[in-house]
């Protein structure tokens, strides 16, 4: 099992920025693809970001979020980032960290889910 915990949400006025963070802990962190997804009301969870577990040979982006997010992993922390700059009221979700994530376009296929963390973009 692994244990997913998020941090770093908050209130931010369009164009600011926030920096999220996930801590994994109990099985070893370093195999999996990590991510993260996220879930407005009334609508269906969504691909944000993916890294695979080395953080260089292969980062996918939803189109949505292209040049405006970053995401990044620290194995020796055990530990995924997602730096979202620019930020858009439509940006406004629950953030969750993922792990083992099998396909992007099925949330069926994570194995591990944080709790979530509350992003609000005010205009």
């Known amino acids: 099992q692994v244990q997913l915990v998020e941090s770093g949400g908050g209130l931010v006025q369009a164009g600011g920025s926030l920096r999220l963070s996930c801590a994994a802990s109990?099985?070893?962190?370093?195999?999996?693809?990590m991510g993260w997804f996220r879930q407005a009301p009334g609508k269906e969870r969504e691909f944000v970001a993916r890294i695979n577990w080395s953080g260089g040979n292969y980062i996918y982006y939803a189109d949505f979020v292209k040049g405006r997010f970053t995401i990044s992993r620290n194995n020796a922390k055990n530990t995924v980032y997602l730096e979202m700059n620019s930020l858009k009221p439509e940006d406004t979700a629950v953030y969750y960290c993922a792990a083992d994530i099998r396909s992007p376009y099925d949330v069926s296929l994570v194995n591990y889910w944080g709790q979530g963390t509350q992003v609000t973009v005010s205009s």
């Open positions: 109990g099985r070893t962190f370093s195999p999996y693809d």
